[in-house]
Nanobody, 113 residues
Framework: QVQLVESGGGLVQPGGSLRLSCAASGIAFSIYNMGWYRQAPGNQRELVATIASGDIIHYADSVKGRFTISRDNAKRTVDLQMNSLKPEDTAVYYC???????WGQGTQVTVSS
């Protein structure tokens, strides 16, 4: 069955960095567009960044210039490098296979001093 396993979340001070990773199994990873989404308490889940099978990338305006999404088709992973983190980046971050029902379990990112 399809599994998406996120890792790399944690507590970081404002201005700090974290790198999230999502390992996929059970799908033909290279043909799918992949995305990172996040959901803060009381808010709807929102798109953070997507990377297409052809490596076309899209970022939410709120993270442009600070976050970088990348994928490794050989390793079946999609990563999210997050720099210059702000308290408003605090959320549960989810990996998603675009246009499918497949989501990871989420990893908590907390930005606080």
């Amino acid at each position: 069955q399809v599994q998406l396993v996120e890792s790399g979340g944690g507590l970081v001070q404002p201005g700090g960095s974290l790198r999230l990773s999502c390992a996929a199994s059970g799908i033909a990873f290279s043909i799918y567009n992949m995305g990172w989404y996040r959901q803060a308490p009381g808010n709807q889940r929102e798109l953070v960044a997507t990377i297409a099978s052809g490596d076309i990338i899209h970022y939410a305006d709120s993270v442009k210039g600070r976050f970088t999404i990348s994928r490794d088709n050989a390793k079946r992973t999609v990563d999210l490098q997050m720099n210059s983190l702000k308290p408003e980046d605090t959320a549960v971050y989810y990996c998603h296979v675009i246009s499918t029902v497949f989501w990871g379990q989420g990893t908590q990112v907390t930005v606080s001093s």
